[in-house]
């Protein structure tokens, strides 16, 4: 009768064949905290006060092209200041020239109608037709001034 030295028995040589998850948590745990940090950074950062609207939203895109203009009079593409007069390129860089592509404009509501609509000239002067007017959803729409009074 042969016994062993170590006197452990001889299934402790044996090969496990459970899978080790904790690398595999590790490396999720990982991954969370990475998303959990970029998520936030991929919204739009241009401070707008925007105007409601009670109309029903519609889908958004799962890339919108947000063009800002804030109280300032600047005019932002996502989180970059466009030129001025350089709206046309921006945007054709931003598109790859596809003009087809859903513009989502969004303007302070503090700012003039002529200020606006300065943008939206320059939108279709660069054949941009397809603007979405962006306002909060949900949101009670502005009293309309009674007959007769002069804004």
């Known amino acids: ?33 990475v998303f959990m940090v970029a998520a936030p950074l991929s919204t739009v950062d241009v401070p707008i006060n ?37 709206l046309g390129a921006v945007l054709d860089a931003a598109t790859g020239g596809n003009r087809e592509t859903t513009i989502f404009f969004r303007a302070d509501k503090d700012l003039p109608y002529g200020a606006t609509m300065e943008i939206l000239d320059e939108l279709r002067n660069a054949g941009y037709l397809k603007v979405a007017l962006v306002g909060l959803e949900g949101a009670p729409a502005a009293a309309a001034p009674a007959e007769g009074s002069q804004p």
């Open 1 to 33: 009768m042969g016994t062993s030295v170590g006197g452990g028995s001889e299934d402790e040589d044996a090969e496990v064949s459970e899978i080790n998850v904790t690398p595999f948590i590790d490396v999720m745990l990982v991954l969370l905290i």
């Open 50 to 86: 925007l105007p409601g609207s009670t109309s029903t939203p519609t889908e958004r895109p799962d890339e919108p092209l947000w063009l800002s203009l804030g109280l300032d009079r600047v005019l932002s593409l996502g989180n970059d200041p466009v030129p001025g007069g350089g």
